[in-house]
């Protein structure tokens, strides 16, 4: 990775959203950092997209939710496509979008 773009990307998590929650590695609550990179899982005709975040200290992962038994054709394509290159950009907008994860029942640290 090149210098000006691991720059970018410290910059970007800067301003990200740390979620506190109980971690169930470390069995203490502790902040949870957004990886950066989507889940995106397929079950039958339904798609489910979650945004990972990684606990500070153990790395335990907490898989926040985007689209959950979403019909293919509610997500438009260019969208899809970015959830699977895990688009750095689009990963910090959800990581950062505070009233999306209080709205989800997520404490902001």
């Known amino acids: 990775m090149s210098y000006a773009k691991r720059e970018r990307r410290n910059r970007a998590q800067g301003k990200a959203r740390a979620i506190l929650r109980r971690c169930g590695g470390c069995g203490k609550k502790k902040e949870f950092i957004c990886s950066g990179k989507f889940r995106v899982n397929a079950n039958g005709r339904r798609l489910d997209v979650w945004l990972i975040y990684r606990c500070e200290k ?24 970015r959830f699977l290159d895990n ?15 209080k709205g989800l029942g997520y404490e902001l640290a």
């Open 58 to 81: 153990c790395g335990h992962t907490l898989n926040v939710p985007i689209y959950e038994r979403a019909a293919p054709g509610k997500l438009p394509p260019e969208l899809y496509e």
């Open 87 to 101: 688009d750095w950009e689009l990963a910090m907008e959800y990581a950062g979008d505070r009233g999306f994860l």
